[in-house]
């Protein structure tokens, strides 16, 4: 069984900061790219970053410059530092990753809620 658990979110004021981290365990033989998404109230959930297990870096436009990605693959872990946040990033984050146990497949984490008050 292979499971991902988010930690790292909470409330941050406008212009804050906040670093989410995601680890993942179980019966792992390799893992491919990992990433982190969002999905705010009544909104499609979206692709935040992606990170491949080359270090190659994927961002969707409204957080260039702002978030940042990295993983550590001997720790299995995955993160999103996130600075300068604006209230428009309020939403719940879902780390995912394509994760090869027995067969390969996607992932996904409990979520965690990140606040961002103006």
């Known amino acids: 069984q292979v499971q991902l658990v988010e930690s790292g979110g909470g409330l941050v004021q406008a212009g804050g900061s906040l670093r989410l981290s995601c680890v993942a365990s179980g019966r792992i033989s390799s893992i491919n790219r990992m990433g982190w998404y969002r999905q705010a109230p009544g909104k499609q959930r979206e692709l935040v970053a992606i990170?491949?297990?080359?270090?190659?870096?994927t961002y969707v436009d409204s957080v260039k410059g702002r978030f940042t990605i990295s993983r550590d693959n001997a720790k299995n872990t995955v993160s999103l530092q996130m600075n300068s946040l604006k209230p428009e990033d309020t939403a719940v984050y879902y780390c995912?990753?394509?994760?090869?146990?027995?067969?390969?497949?996607?992932?996904w984490g409990q979520g965690t809620q990140v606040t961002v008050s103006s």
């Open positions: 995912n990753a394509r994760i090869r146990s027995v067969v390969e497949y996607d992932y």
């Open positions: 990170i491949t297990r080359d270090d190659s870096t």
